[in-house]
């Protein structure tokens, strides 16, 4: 044999030697052998085999198909691993009861407090207009997905324009990220900062008000709002607003429509609110899948208002109505039952009670940049007719992940 | 596809040795090499044709060669292929960006490139280049004979164990193990130490560590402090990543029945940068002193051409870990202190001070300069750097400061350090493997892969180079 590296040769007695060999190599093995026994289907395989038999076409599509099943592939196997799901509680538990740390989506606060790691990069990150930042995300990203277009401005001066050709004024709404409203639960240093300080934000913000307005577009940013409340204005272990938060932000925002003086054709109808509980779990204490056995962070009760007709009827979104809210999970929550925080008493609910008037709803969650305005977009030019006003509420952290893609509204009516 | 990562350690490895040995030894490279493919075709398919198409082009170079037919010509297609394939891929967006940087400030923005294209950089195209020129240039100075067998040379270049993240192989290294090699329990049970040992490393220390790093490098400001925390991190984070990559691949090529040589010899316990380079990636450092630092004099030119030798070695190895500024600067400082240290005479410059202090003050040069390596470019890196001496704090970064001192991070950290220097190394812990021993690998390799499964994608760093 010829002349080998060291790492050729190793003391060990041959039983260790083979015991150990065994103990990994058939540990790994055992891993996909109990997956896989009992289910006669090809599980995640199946996707990816069919993908593969029907590739075609130009040699740059084939690789793009092939690549994005194959991460598919990967992450089914990941999520339908059963070591997976029964590791993961008792690793995450002992990782955020005792680390203090969360995992890659959530940040572990204080008193039992969680935060979204999106919104904690959004205010501790470099400014998001800045030229270096915008061409990371561009270039970032796996290389078979179209690359996002990270700058905000061209698509809601797109928008601005496009409604303002149909005559309807735009008023943009970013709503802050939990971290600062409530620093203070994140970080004990910040709990003895004054009233007048300002609020932490990323540094682009002010300069995405200024130029946004700088073209005619209102832009109302809730953060002062928020900040004055004497209740909670966010959930501890969800990502949203509190309820005081969404009814605050809804009368402010009233006030502000109605400073507009718009040539509402309707009158105002008078809705009634009704008090209600509700107990959810939060999405950010969700999103740790902690064992049963372990509750780090048991469900919240929050005091809802209903928003209800004369006859008691729940309120829902009027595709008639003169205002028009698009938005995200900050609109849904409270709104639609799938979030788990109850209906009739979200944003939409709540400034229709403030307005007086009916409020005409499109909300796409986790999509505040672009989803909502293609789902306006799709529903056809006629969802704007009789629109007075479109506002459009977005979560700052949008600002730093999503992908503002402009979207065509279609022809103008006349 | 990464090791750490659940589709490798319980689907592609499993398959990929029970395939392995269920054929006969005549059979196992082109086993070895077709998984080696697939290996390399997850993360990017059409990627595999670049892959064999330099291989083809070695081969055919180094049967030219071997035959003396045009053997000149056969070398300069060699090394012009590999050098154009590395220079297109990889520095092509670089040099079209440096030209639009260059006449935009030069106020000539009308003659700027403003590409749409951007080139995708092959996984490990820096590694399989480097290593598949060292096999023809080693047949051209008569130091190894060309193989024969087109399958066996496809298996040095695509080895999946070490093929997109070194060690770089040089192909006397291994040449007579793909002919002949011998599989053994004993071989197979180092393999898995090291394995276990490198996942460890790799997913308990390097990832905790580089999440340190990250709310420090990512954040738009941070306290001094925190600055030298987050960049001290990152080389606890870069040191176990790469070394855990390497003990890995090492551990993975033994359960193939191939010997790897060593890659890291505790660099970080150096008297001296250089010192440093003699342990830190040594694979590399070797390529670089046989195919350039020597053919381009040595220091048996003279004083000055040795300095520029040294210069031009640095820089272009800056440049080979990535085609941006900051890593030409992270290259040249190093090459500056390396020409210091013979300019003074390592004896001298640290003569009296003590083993503690010349092992502390390398080691900040070390951090000081992965700041760079780290940064996402020359601005960023010195931004860093201001933050490091207490410049441009924003009221946002006591966030970061509550997150990077919680026990995970920081107990992660401080056992990152102790590893470093106080731990044996994985090659001597390993040369002797007890009872207990065994024990304890596979109890460390069952903890990392029950961090892996909780951790989300986790590449390895030099897997971009």
Same mark, same amino acid.
Not at chain 1, 329 to 339: D, K
């Given at each position: 044999?010829?002349?080998?590296?060291?790492?050729?040769?190793?003391?060990?007695?041959?039983?260790?030697?083979?015991?150990?060999?065994?103990?990994?190599?058939?540990?790994?093995?055992?891993?996909?052998?109990?997956?896989?026994?009992?289910?006669?289907?090809?599980?995640?395989?199946?996707?990816?085999?069919?993908?593969?038999?029907?590739?075609?076409?130009?040699?740059?599509?084939?690789?793009?198909?092939?690549?994005?099943?194959?991460?598919?592939?990967?992450?089914?196997?990941?999520?339908?691993?059963?070591?997976?799901?029964?590791?993961? $509680?008792?690793?995450?538990?002992?990782?955020?009861?005792?680390?203090?740390?969360?995992?890659?989506?959530?940040?572990?606060?204080?008193?039992?407090?969680?935060?979204?790691?999106?919104?904690?990069?959004?205010?501790?990150?470099?400014?998001?207009?800045?030229?270096?930042?915008?061409?990371?995300?561009?270039?970032?990203?796996?290389?078979?997905?179209?690359? +996002?277009?990270?700058? $905000?401005?061209?698509?809601?001066?797109?928008?601005?324009?496009?409604?303002?050709?149909?005559?309807?004024?735009?008023?943009?709404?970013?709503?802050?990220?939990?971290?600062?409203?409530?620093?203070?639960?994140?970080?004990?240093?910040?709990?003895?900062?004054?009233?007048?300080?300002?609020?932490?934000?990323?540094?682009?913000?002010?300069?995405?008000?200024?130029?946004?307005?700088?073209?005619?577009?209102?832009?109302?940013?809730?953060?002062?709002?928020?900040?004055?409340?004497?209740?909670?204005?966010? %959930?501890?272990?969800?990502?949203?607003?509190?309820?005081?938060?969404?009814?605050?932000?809804?009368?402010?925002?009233?006030?502000?429509?109605?400073?507009?003086?718009?040539?509402?054709?309707?009158?105002?109808?008078?809705?009634?609110?009704?008090?209600?509980?509700?107990?959810?779990?939060?999405?950010?204490?969700?999103?740790?899948?902690?064992?049963?056995?372990?509750?780090?962070? $048991?469900?919240?009760?929050?005091?809802?208002?209903?928003?209800?007709?004369?006859?008691?009827?729940?309120?829902?979104?009027?595709?008639?109505?003169?205002?028009? %809210?698009?938005?995200?999970?900050?609109?849904?929550?409270?709104?639609?039952?799938?979030?788990?925080?109850?209906?009739?008493?979200?944003?939409?609910?709540?400034?229709?009670?403030?307005?007086?008037?009916?409020?005409?709803?499109?909300?796409?969650?986790?999509?505040?940049?672009?989803?909502?305005?293609?789902?306006?977009?799709?529903?056809?030019?006629?969802?704007?007719?009789?629109?007075?006003? +479109?506002?459009?509420?977005?979560?700052?952290?949008?600002?730093?992940?999503?992908?503002?893609?402009?979207?065509?509204?279609?022809?103008?009516?006349? | 596809?990464?090791?750490?990562?659940?589709?490798?350690?319980?689907?592609?490895?499993?398959?990929?040795?029970?395939?392995?040995?269920?054929?006969?030894?005549?059979?196992?490279?082109?086993?070895?090499?077709?998984?080696?493919?697939?290996?390399?075709?997850?993360?990017?398919?059409?990627?595999?044709?670049?892959?064999?198409?330099?291989?083809?082009?070695?081969?055919?170079?180094?049967?030219?060669?071997?035959?003396?037919?045009?053997?000149?010509?056969?070398?300069?297609?060699?090394?012009?292929?590999?050098?154009?394939?590395?220079?297109?891929?990889?520095?092509?967006?670089?040099?079209?960006?440096?030209?639009?940087?260059?006449?935009?400030?030069?106020?000539?923005?009308?003659?700027?490139?403003?590409?749409?294209?951007?080139?995708?950089?092959?996984?490990?195209?820096?590694?399989?280049?480097?290593?598949?020129?060292?096999?023809?240039?080693?047949?051209?100075?008569?130091?190894?004979?060309?193989?024969?067998?087109?399958?066996?040379?496809?298996?040095?270049?695509?080895?999946?164990?070490?093929?997109?993240?070194?060690?770089?192989?040089?192909?006397?290294?291994?040449?007579?193990?793909?002919?002949?090699?011998?599989?053994?329990?004993?071989?197979?049970?180092?393999?898995?130490?090291?394995?276990?040992?490198?996942?460890?490393?790799?997913?308990?220390?390097?990832?905790?560590?580089?999440?340190?790093?990250?709310?420090?490098?990512?954040?738009?400001?941070?306290?001094?402090?925190?600055?030298?925390?987050?960049?001290?991190?990152?080389?606890?984070?870069?040191?176990?990543?790469?070394?855990?990559?390497?003990?890995?691949?090492?551990?993975?090529?033994?359960?193939?029945?191939?010997?790897?040589?060593?890659?890291?010899?505790?660099?970080?316990?150096?008297?001296?940068?250089?010192?440093?380079?003699?342990?830190?990636?040594?694979?590399?450092?070797?390529?670089?002193?046989?195919?350039?630092?020597?053919?381009?004099?040595?220091?048996?030119?003279?004083?000055?051409?040795?300095?520029?030798?040294?210069?031009?070695?640095?820089?272009?190895?800056?440049?080979?870990?990535?085609?941006?500024?900051?890593?030409?600067?992270?290259?040249?400082?190093?090459?500056?202190?390396?020409?210091?240290?013979?300019?003074?005479?390592?004896?001298?410059?640290?003569?009296?001070?003590?083993?503690?202090?010349?092992?502390?003050?390398?080691?900040?040069?070390?951090?000081?300069?992965?700041?760079?390596?780290?940064?996402?470019?020359?601005?960023?890196?010195?931004?860093?750097?201001?933050?490091?001496?207490?410049?441009?704090?924003?009221?946002?970064?006591?966030?970061?400061?509550?997150?990077?001192?919680?026990?995970?991070?920081?107990?992660?950290?401080?056992?990152?350090?102790?590893?470093?220097?106080?731990?044996?190394?994985?090659?001597?812990?390993?040369?002797?493997?007890?009872?207990?021993?065994?024990?304890?690998?596979?109890?460390?390799?069952?903890?990392?892969?029950?961090?892996?499964?909780?951790?989300?994608?986790?590449?390895?760093?030099?897997?971009?180079?």
């Amino acid at each position: 044999m010829p002349d080998l590296p060291e790492s050729a040769r190793t003391d060990v007695a041959p039983l260790v030697a083979r015991l150990f060999t065994a103990a990994c190599l058939l540990g790994l093995a055992a891993v996909p052998l109990v997956q896989h026994l009992a289910p006669v289907d090809a599980g995640p395989f199946s996707p990816f085999f069919s993908e593969l038999t029907a590739l075609g076409g130009p040699i740059v599509e084939q690789n793009r198909r092939l690549q994005a099943a194959m991460q598919d592939l990967e992450t089914a196997l990941e999520d339908e691993s059963w070591l997976m799901e029964r590791a993961l $509680p008792a690793v995450q538990w002992l990782l955020a009861g005792w680390g203090g740390a969360g995992n890659e989506e959530t940040y572990v606060g204080r008193q039992g407090w969680l935060f979204y790691r999106p919104g904690f990069d959004y205010l501790t990150g470099p400014p998001f207009l800045s030229a270096a930042v915008l061409e990371r995300r561009r270039q970032a990203g796996e290389s078979w997905r179209e690359p +996002v277009e990270p700058d $905000p401005r061209g698509a809601i001066l797109d928008f601005h324009r496009q409604l303002r050709q149909r005559g309807i004024p735009l008023l943009v709404m970013p709503v802050p990220t939990k971290a600062t409203i409530h620093p203070e639960a994140l970080a004990p240093s910040y709990a003895d900062r004054r009233d007048d300080e300002p609020a932490l934000q990323n540094p682009s913000l002010a300069r995405l008000r200024a130029e946004l307005e700088a073209d005619g577009i209102r832009v109302f940013d809730p953060t002062g709002t928020l900040s004055r409340l004497q209740s909670s204005a966010f %959930l501890r272990t969800d990502s949203h607003w509190s309820p005081q938060g969404v009814d605050a932000v809804a009368r402010e925002l009233a006030g502000r429509v109605r400073l507009l003086e718009l040539p509402f054709a309707a009158g105002e109808t008078a809705w009634q609110r009704r008090p209600a509980s509700h107990e959810g779990v939060g999405d950010l204490a969700k999103t740790l899948r902690l064992p049963r056995w372990g509750e780090l962070y $048991p469900p919240e009760t929050v005091d809802l208002e209903r928003v209800a007709d004369a006859r008691g009827r729940a309120l829902k979104s009027d595709e008639d109505a003169e205002v028009l %809210l698009i938005g995200d999970s900050f609109t849904n929550v409270y709104s639609v039952p799938e979030l788990g925080w109850g209906h009739a008493a979200g944003l939409a609910e709540q400034l229709a009670y403030h307005l007086s008037r009916g409020v005409d709803r499109i909300a796409v969650n986790n999509e505040g940049a672009t989803g909502g305005r293609r789902r306006l977009a799709a529903a056809g030019a006629g969802r704007l007719d009789g629109k007075k006003l +479109v506002i459009w509420q977005f979560a700052v952290r949008e600002l730093v992940t999503g992908d503002w893609q402009p979207v065509s509204l279609g022809a103008v009516r006349e | 596809m990464v090791f750490s990562s659940h589709l490798f350690c319980f689907y592609f490895l499993p398959l990929a040795l029970a395939v392995y040995y269920a054929l006969p030894m005549r059979g196992r490279n082109l086993a070895l090499t077709v998984l080696s493919y697939v290996f390399y075709g997850w993360a990017h398919p059409a990627f595999v044709f670049l892959m064999l198409y330099s291989t083809l082009v070695d081969y055919f170079c180094g049967l030219a060669i071997a035959r003396r037919r045009g053997q000149r010509t056969a070398l300069a297609v060699s090394i012009v292929t590999n050098l154009s394939l590395l220079g297109f891929f990889k520095y092509f967006n670089f040099g079209a960006d440096s030209y639009d940087a260059l006449v935009e400030a030069l106020g000539w923005g009308h003659l700027g490139l403003d590409l749409a294209i951007r080139v995708t950089l092959p996984l490990g195209i820096s590694f399989y280049t480097f290593q598949s020129m060292s096999y023809t240039i080693d047949v051209y100075r008569g130091r190894t004979p060309a193989l024969a067998n087109p399958i066996d040379f496809a298996c040095f270049v695509a080895m999946f164990p070490q093929l997109v993240a070194g060690p770089i192989l040089r192909f006397n290294e291994i040449s007579e193990q793909l002919l002949e090699r011998r599989h053994s329990f004993e071989k197979a049970a180092r393999g898995c130490a090291f394995f276990a040992l490198g996942m460890a490393k790799k997913v308990l220390l390097a990832n905790p560590c580089g999440k340190i790093a990250d709310f420090c490098f990512d954040a738009g400001s941070a306290a001094a402090l925190d600055a030298w925390y987050g960049a001290t991190a990152y080389a606890f984070q870069i040191y176990f990543d790469f070394s855990g990559y390497s003990d890995m691949a090492i551990g993975l090529a033994l359960l193939f029945g191939f010997a790897l040589p060593k890659n890291f010899d505790s660099p970080y316990r150096s008297q001296s940068i250089t010192e440093f380079w003699r342990r830190w990636h040594m694979s590399l450092s070797r390529w670089l002193r046989d195919y350039l630092y020597i053919p381009l004099g040595g220091n048996r030119l003279g004083t000055r051409r040795t300095y520029v030798n040294l210069a031009a070695v640095m820089l272009l190895g800056g440049l080979w870990h990535g085609a941006a500024w900051n890593f030409v600067v992270w290259g040249g400082l190093h090459g500056l202190v390396l020409a210091l240290e013979r300019a003074g005479g390592k004896e001298k410059v640290y003569a009296y001070w003590p083993r503690l202090l010349r092992v502390a003050w390398t080691f900040l040069i070390v951090v000081l300069s992965w700041v760079f390596f780290r940064s996402a470019d020359l601005t960023d890196a010195l931004r860093y750097l201001g933050h490091m001496v207490g410049q441009g704090t924003q009221p946002a970064a006591g966030l970061v400061s509550e997150l990077i001192y919680r026990p995970y991070y920081l107990g992660t950290f401080a056992a990152a350090g102790l590893v470093v220097w106080a731990a044996p190394q994985t090659w001597d812990w390993t040369r002797r493997l007890t009872a207990p021993k065994a024990l304890v690998s596979v109890v460390l390799l069952g903890l990392a892969l029950l961090a892996m499964e909780t951790q989300g994608y986790n590449p390895f760093i030099y897997f971009i180079f």
